[in-house]
């Protein structure tokens, strides 16, 4: 049986690139080559990364970049833009909680819950971190965000998201948030490519810094930051705050 997320992708390339979501990529890109101090030698992994819209950017600036994701429909549309876009990307199909990288990459970036933390238990969450770790070179970072745990103890998160979705093609019918686990499950409606609408039984893990933090300790990073993460806009000075709806995480091996 197919899990939701994989169920949400299929037949998506196209409306996927609508999103409202997706519509940072520049200055994402910018907080990234900022990290990388521009040097154009380094490799990036890109987890999680859709219909390749940081790693096409991010080729288009000179880096090498290989962009991994589950969904072959929204490899197949990063495949046609990295084409029209006449930029090379290696794009390959991979499940994230089992990756055949090791001590290859300078940079892993995982943006916009592309993996973590959409994985039904913790331990799956867990197992991609794991992969990002082992993917990377000694000095190498990861750079990712993840749905804040902080907020949903301050704000209606339904109401979060009837604010989001105005404009965009997914609708969030029915939401819980569970204090026990931190995971929010909600059900979705959404029409594909094809014009066919599903509804979909979601549940997404919410963390807080103290766990992202022994997480990421636990997996030998030495350095770990936390920030609020603004769409298109991530930056060292946006303190994290219970308002933040997501966290920007940068962890250094």
């Known amino acids: 049986m197919k899990q939701w997320y994989e169920e949400l992708f299929e037949n998506y390339g196209l409306k996927y690139d609508n999103e409202v979501y997706v519509h940072g990529t520049i200055g994402e890109c910018d907080f990234f080559e900022k990290e990388l101090g521009y040097n154009k030698s380094v490799r990036i992994l890109d987890i999680g990364c859709g219909t390749g819209r940081h790693s096409i950017e991010l080729a288009q600036r000179g880096y090498k970049v290989v962009g991994i994701d589950q969904s072959e429909s929204l490899l197949k549309r990063a495949r046609e833009k990295a084409s029209e876009q006449k930029v090379q990307v290696d794009f390959q199909k991979h499940d994230a909680r089992n990756l055949p990288y090791l001590n290859e990459f300078n940079l892993v970036i995982m943006i916009c819950e592309g993996a973590f933390p959409l994985m039904e238990t913790d331990?799956?969450?867990?197992?991609?971190?794991?992969?990002?770790?082992?993917?990377?070179?000694?000095?190498?970072?990861?750079?990712?965000?993840?749905?804040?745990?902080?907020?949903?103890?301050?704000?209606?998160?339904?109401?979060?998201?009837?604010?989001?979705?105005?404009?965009?093609?997914?609708?969030?019918?029915?939401?819980?948030?569970?204090?026990?686990?931190?995971?929010?499950?909600?059900?979705?409606?959404?029409?594909?490519?094809?014009?066919?609408?599903?509804?979909?039984?979601?549940?997404?893990?919410?963390?807080?810094?103290?766990?992202?933090?022994?997480?990421?300790?636990?997996?030998?990073?030495?350095?770990?930051?936390?920030?609020?993460?603004?769409?298109?806009?991530?930056?060292?000075?946006?303190?994290?705050?219970?308002?933040?709806?997501?966290?920007?995480?940068?962890?250094?091996?």
């Open 123 to 253: 331990e799956m969450n867990f197992q991609i971190l794991q992969n990002a770790a082992k993917a990377l070179l000694a000095k190498g970072k990861l750079i990712c965000t993840t749905l804040n745990g902080l907020f949903p103890l301050f704000h209606s998160v339904k109401d979060f998201y009837d604010s989001q979705t105005k404009e965009e093609n997914i609708k969030c019918d029915i939401l819980s948030f569970d204090l026990m686990t931190f995971r929010e499950h909600n059900t979705i409606s959404v029409e594909d490519d094809f014009g066919n609408t599903k509804e979909l039984q979601c549940n997404e893990r919410y963390y807080v810094p103290s766990e992202i933090t022994w997480l990421l300790k636990s997996l030998n990073f030495k350095t770990i930051d936390i920030y609020g993460a603004k769409l298109g806009a991530f930056s060292r000075n946006d303190k994290l705050s219970t308002e933040d709806f997501e966290m920007l995480i940068v962890a250094e091996i």
